[in-house]
């Protein structure tokens, strides 16, 4: 609950600032089917973005607001009473208690929307029993034209059409031209989509805000439709002012006087907007950017501290001065520091953890994590040939040296002279074979680093090892590791 609670704060920080630069720059304009467009594609990246593996090194304005309000957050997966307990030991008692009932508060109200929506929905169902289906020369009969004594406004959902009685004598190529546009454009797919953002987000106006502008739009769209069937202006507006009193069905339905009579007058009224206007479009690359930038998350990182799990207050009381040695394995988001330790003899530090004493062959060898057919896969996972070593016709074994820890660590990583391909080993990489005669030796060289350097990468990167042992206790091993790479 309080990681989804977490994501639904990006989200709607997401919506808000890409809608908010779409209403001061593009509602205005005649361009109905971009600002379709543009509104679709708002509710689509919104709730995307935020799950964008994007990291920074440092916390961005966004993160450090949600940090502060994550722990209450969290505390909602808790028991009650540890919880209250954990809150009454911290110095923001109040304001994680109100981070709390606000949850409740918002988890409660979606719970809520939705119930009304599927209730909705189920009134709509009822309408569509109710109704008896007719014909019409103009509605095609993939659409169903429903007929009711007690619809009063004429509307539309999905393929179906709703009309009355009165309509249907005095209005209906009118009335129907309007919905068959809404029913031809598939309107009711946008107003799905936006009503179950609305709902996920109820507590956000903007939500609500960009749902009335995508009904504007179908509006507009069904309206110029309408009007390029050959209805006089004046006709029309005349309907729509007679409609204008009467109430609709249901919300989730496309009906004749949805949206604001007074703004569809003047988008009829108005002049087709410049072309130069839709380079307005491009505020969405600065947009989509600053939207990137606030959902990023700082990188956290598991910290070992001489081969154990480290606490934060062991990290913060850790003298610089002592620290040996320091790995970053970015692909497991693992730290590992080694310190050196004060002797107590000589005042002098000596090595905490890594030994000057390297073994070859230890009793029993160091190990990937789940054995070798694991660190087979690990490896046809995450290694590649590079291109430059393919265009310079490069393949050979390569011979990686590197040592492997008493923690499991892996350091000294370092790539020896590449034996002829006729040498292989059990690691094998292939790829095509580019022809390409021009090939000089400095080429062929500059494909043998690139093999080297692609080599160094992957152990790098590889997880903590099972380290070698000696007499039952963990020593320095040294590990030679060939990969063949081949040309095919």
């Avoid at 606000?102 to 119930?115: F, N, R, S």
């Avoid at 969405?284 to 606030?294: E, F, I, R």
């Amino acid at each position: 609950m309080a990681t989804f609670i977490i994501y639904a704060i990006r989200w709607a920080v997401t919506l808000t600032l890409l809608y908010s630069l779409y209403r001061l720059l593009l509602q205005r304009e005649t361009f109905h089917r971009l600002n379709r467009s543009v509104l679709l594609a708002i509710l689509v990246v919104s709730p995307l973005l935020p799950l964008v593996p994007l990291h920074t090194d440092e916390p961005t304005a966004m993160d450090a607001v949600l940090t502060r309000i994550e722990e209450p957050l969290m505390s909602l997966s808790t028991d009650a009473n540890n919880a209250d307990a954990t809150l009454a030991t911290s110095e923001n008692v109040v304001s994680g208690l109100w981070v709390r009932y606000l949850a409740y508060i918002y988890i409660i109200g979606i719970a809520a929307a939705l119930a009304v929506y599927m209730f909705r929905l189920l009134t709509l169902m009822r309408v569509i029993r109710r109704s008896r289906r007719i014909s019409h020369p103009i509605v095609p009969k993939d659409v169903h034209l429903m007929l009711d004594m007690r619809i009063k406004q004429p509307s539309s959902w999905m393929h179906w059409i709703f009309i009355g009685p009165i309509d249907l004598m005095q209005n209906a190529e009118t009335v129907l031209r309007h919905e068959l546009a809404h029913v031809r454009m598939k309107h009711s797919w946008d107003v799905i989509l936006c009503d179950l953002t609305c709902h996920l987000l109820w507590c956000l106006p903007f939500a609500w805000m960009l749902r009335q502008d995508l009904v504007d739009v179908h509006e507009f769209q069904a309206d110029e439709a309408v009007l390029q069937n050959g209805v006089t202006l004046e006709d029309y507006e005349h309907l729509l002012v007679r409609k204008a009193v009467q109430t609709q069905i249901l919300p989730i339905m496309n009906t004749l006087r949805r949206g604001a009579v007074k703004k569809r007058f003047a988008m009829m009224h108005s002049g087709q907007s410049s072309k130069w206007s839709q380079l307005k479009l491009l505020y969405l690359v600065p947009a989509l950017a600053a939207c990137l930038w606030l959902s990023a998350q700082a990188e956290e990182y598991t910290t070992y501290l001489n081969g154990k799990l480290a606490t934060q207050e062991e990290l913060e009381s850790i003298n610089p001065g002592t620290i040996e040695h320091v790995d970053v394995i970015h692909s497991q988001k693992t730290v590992l520091k080694e310190t050196a330790t004060e002797s107590v003899e000589t005042g002098r530090t000596r090595p905490g953890v890594r030994s000057d004493v390297t073994y070859d062959k230890p009793e029993q060898k160091p190990q990937f994590p789940g054995g070798d057919a694991a660190m087979q896969q690990y490896i046809s996972q995450h290694i590649r040939y590079p291109n430059i070593a393919i265009e310079n016709d490069a393949e050979g074994t390569i011979n990686v040296e590197f040592f492997v820890e008493e923690n499991g660590s892996i350091t000294n990583v370092k790539a020896l002279e590449s034996s002829p391909a006729s040498v292989k080993s059990d690691i094998v990489v292939t790829a095509y074979r580019q022809v390409n005669s021009n090939i000089s030796a400095l080429d062929k060289d500059e494909g043998n680093r690139a093999l080297q350097e692609s080599s160094e990468e992957l152990i790098r990167g590889m997880p903590l090892f099972e380290p070698g042992r000696k007499q039952g206790k963990a020593v320095r091993t040294k590990v030679t590791l060939p990969i063949t790479y081949q040309l095919n």
